[in-house]
């Protein structure tokens, strides 16, 4: 009886999660003075490579409520990227999500994995948070939005959904 309760406490432990779901889009700027993408190294084949492997990128993209890249701010997408297959244009994704107004400001997620670029949905892990978001862990789904290489920018959807446990007690 008493192996049988203490198989179960763990579960016990934890109230029902709560989920979330958030909506924005990721403004990507390759250069000018708006420019919130910056290449910081790459490799002796990344000139050469039709997938740009090598090629690592620090980013500080603004996230805002709509496509529309003068919309409302709700945060910033700060982290790396960088082109990590020989054979198709996909990047690893190391990115922390920082949300500067509303319900969440001054709370966090990250998303770490592989973005292949040339499909037109993609899922990646959210694997935590702080603040609003402590223990979370979920799932992002993004899509390119659109692309204007006419001033080097781009836009991302994003769709995020994050459930987070909580402790009742311990």
């Given at each position: ?11 016990a ?27 910081v ?15 690592v990128?620090?980013v ?34 190391s ?6 107004s509303?319900?969440?400001?001054g ?5 770490v ?20 978001f ?19 920018h ?17």
């Amino acid at each position: 009886m008493i192996i049988i309760a203490l198989l179960l406490l763990p579960s016990a432990a934890y109230a029902k999660p709560k989920v979330t779901r958030l909506h924005f889009f990721l403004q990507d700027t390759f250069s000018g003075p708006n420019a919130s993408v910056y290449p910081v190294a790459q490799s002796e084949i990344t000139s050469n490579s039709s997938t740009s492997f090598g090629l690592v990128c620090v980013v500080d993209d603004p996230l805002t409520v709509d496509p529309n890249p003068n919309s409302e701010l709700v945060g910033r997408a700060q982290g790396t990227v960088a082109y990590a297959d020989l054979n198709e244009q996909a990047i690893h994704v190391s990115l922390t999500f920082v949300f500067t107004s509303g319900e969440y400001n001054g709370s966090t997620l990250t998303m770490v994995g592989r973005n292949s670029l040339s499909h037109q949905y993609r899922r990646m892990p959210i694997v935590g948070g702080t603040g609003a978001f402590e223990l979370a862990q979920g799932i992002a789904t993004t899509r390119t939005y659109s692309t204007r290489p006419q001033i080097d920018h781009s836009t991302a959807e994003f769709n995020i959904t994050v459930a987070q446990m909580y402790r009742l007690f311990g």
